[in-house]
Each structure stands twice: as structure tokens, then as C-alpha cells.
């Protein structure tokens, strides 16, 4: 059974520091793995789809990189700004989604 | 019209109570996914369907009964619901391709008293 593991849980930060979100799994057997914000009481918001195959993507200020042989994923975000505050959930995709706990992410003005 | 809807957005029902959520999407996406989530827990899969049929059940209880009744309609009908069912519930619609990514609705509010 997939196990995918995010740390930290809560990050606090003062604005324009960079993020740096870091979440692990098991089975490197996986078809992609994605990252999602997700605000309080609120759905899923997709950010970055990385491919098996791939080695990182960017979008914006955002960039995943992505080590399969490892199990490890990690989600870079430049120059924070408070309304980057949400929490980050990472998702395996090896057949059906695997959550892991989330990253609560916490950007002081 | 892209994305995931989800309705209602909030509902309160009593245990003794009969309701239904709705998700609709209109991406072309075949499979779509209901998912429950509680508070401070990352999402958990409840029910895949594929085409249409129901494809994974994670031995969900009874008073949860899904529907898809067409590609772009997706139904979640609860009855005699407890207390600790209340959560938030999550649609999610993707391609059958599993290089691509899943998309999700903005949740109903589920409050059982």
C-alpha cells in the first residue's frame, strides 16, 4: 500500500522567503504525482502535475522537482506572499490518488 | 464551461434525514470519484467511476449510495447518516489517460445533527 508522507506539517514564514515542501512515498511504481493547494473549508485547487518520466516543472513562482528512484518530491515556492498561506497537499498517482497529510503553510506580512 | 461543481456548497441534515449531493463536469473527463475529507486529514477515496460504472468501492457503509447516471453527472445520496459523517465531501473528474491529472470540485459542507 502507498504511504506518502509530507514534512513539515506547519511552516511559518516571514514574507519573501522561499518555501521549500517536502513529501515522500513508498512505491516508486507511480504514474505522476501532483501537488494541490487547499484553503480552509475549501476544495483542491491542482498546482503542478509532474510526470513519472520527469524530472521537475515549473509554473510561476512554483517549481516541483520530482526523484522517483528515491520517492521524494519537493515544491519550491519563490518570494512568498501571505496569500500564498493554505495548506499544500501532495498526491501519488499509482492507479488510484494518495494523499498525504499536507504542509499548513503560514506567510507573515 | 471548465471545471468541477459541486452542490450545495453546505448542508445540514438530520440523521433521519434523505439528501443528495451533485457534482457536474463538463471536461469529457470518464472517470469521476467522490472522496470524504475530515477535518486537518488529507482526502479519502470513497467510489471510482469509470464510463459510467462503478469501478472501486472502498467499502463504503450502505448509507452511502453513488449514482452516475452520464458522463458528466456524478451523485453521492445519503440517508440515516450518524454524526461522525459530517466532513467535507470532495468531487474529482480526470481523463481515463493516467498521465493526466485530476481535477476537484469546492466541496459540499456535509453537517449531520
Known amino acids: 500500500k502507498q504511504e506518502v508522507t509530507q514534512i513539515p506539517a506547519a511552516l511559518s514564514v516571514p514574507e519573501g522567503e522561499n518555501l521549500v515542501l517536502n513529501c515522500s512515498f513508498t512505491?516508486?511504481?507511480?504514474?505522476?504525482l501532483q501537488w494541490f493547494r487547499q484553503d480552509p473549508g475549501k476544495g483542491l485547487t491542482s498546482l503542478l502535475l509532474?510526470?513519472?518520466?520527469?524530472r521537475e516543472q515549473t509554473s510561476g513562482r512554483l517549481n516541483a522537482s520530482l526523484d522517483k528512484s528515491s520517492g521524494r518530491s519537493t515544491l519550491y515556492i519563490a518570494a512568498s506572499q501571505p496569500g500564498d498561506s493554505a495548506t499544500y497537499l501532495c498526491?501519488?498517482?499509482?492507479?488510484?490518488?494518495?494523499f498525504g497529510a499536507g504542509t499548513t503553510v503560514t506567510v507573515r506580512a | 464551461e471548465t471545471g468541477v461543481t459541486q452542490t450545495p456548497r453546505h448542508l445540514v441534515m438530520g440523521m433521519t434525514n434523505k439528501k443528495s449531493l451533485k457534482c457536474e463536469q463538463h471536461?469529457?473527463?470518464?472517470?469521476m470519484y467522490w472522496y470524504k475529507q475530515k477535518a486537518k486529514k488529507p482526502p479519502e477515496l470513497m467510489f471510482v467511476?469509470?464510463?459510467?460504472?462503478?469501478?472501486i468501492n472502498e467499502s463504503v457503509p450502505s448509507r452511502f449510495s453513488p449514482e452516475c447516471p452520464n458522463s458528466s453527472h456524478l451523485f453521492l445520496h445519503l440517508h440515516t447518516l450518524q454524526p461522525e459523517d459530517s466532513a467535507l465531501y470532495l468531487c474529482?473528474?480526470?481523463?481515463?489517460?493516467?498521465?493526466?491529472?485530476?481535477?476537484f470540485g469546492s466541496g459540499t459542507r456535509l453537517t449531520v445533527v
Open positions: 509532474i510526470q513519472s518520466s520527469q
Open positions: 471536461m469529457g473527463h470518464r472517470a
Open positions: 474529482a473528474s480526470s481523463q481515463r489517460d493516467v498521465t493526466r491529472g485530476y481535477t
Open positions: 467511476y469509470s464510463y459510467e460504472k462503478l469501478s
Open positions: 498526491a501519488v498517482n499509482d492507479y488510484k490518488l494518495s
Open positions: 512505491d516508486s511504481a507511480i504514474y505522476n
